[in-house]
């Protein structure tokens, strides 16, 4: 089974940054599309970023221009920078994987696709 861990959160100012981590293990990142979701008190699970075997990377409107993601394939980690964090950011943060996609170009910013995912991790943006 598919093992990831996410790490990096917390609690930060509104306008502060934080950069979440994805460990992978039991399977090679880059041969997997991976996405990042949150999930905030009473609201459903949405789609924030993704990035593609081939590393295209998609962001969600509410994000585009602050957060940014990334893939270091010698770490086998996925990271997503969160700049200019708002409150509205506040979240739990979650990781996954799928190999199940049709383009090494795609990604996707549902959780249906997703087969594995992390435990996730807490962020609170608050002054």
């Known amino acids: 089974q598919l093992q990831l861990v996410e790490s990096g959160g917390g609690l930060v100012q509104p306008g502060g940054s934080l950069t979440l981590s994805c460990a992978a293990s039991r399977f090679i990142v880059n041969n997997y599309a991976i996405g990042w979701f949150r999930q905030a008190p009473g609201r459903e699970r949405e789609g924030v970023s993704c990035?593609?075997?081939?590393?295209?990377?998609n962001y969600a409107d509410s994000v585009k221009g602050r957060f940014t993601i990334s893939r270091d394939n010698a770490k086998n980690t996925v990271y997503l920078q969160m700049d200019s964090l708002k409150p509205e950011d506040t979240a739990i943060y979650y990781c996954?994987?799928?190999?199940?996609?049709?383009?090494?170009?795609?990604?996707?910013?549902?959780?249906?696709?997703?087969?594995?995912w992390g435990q996730g991790t807490q962020v609170t943006v608050s002054s």
């Open positions: 996954a994987a799928t190999i199940r996609v049709a383009s090494v170009d795609l990604c996707y910013d549902v959780a249906g696709p997703y087969d594995d």
């Open positions: 990035i593609s075997k081939s590393g295209h990377t």
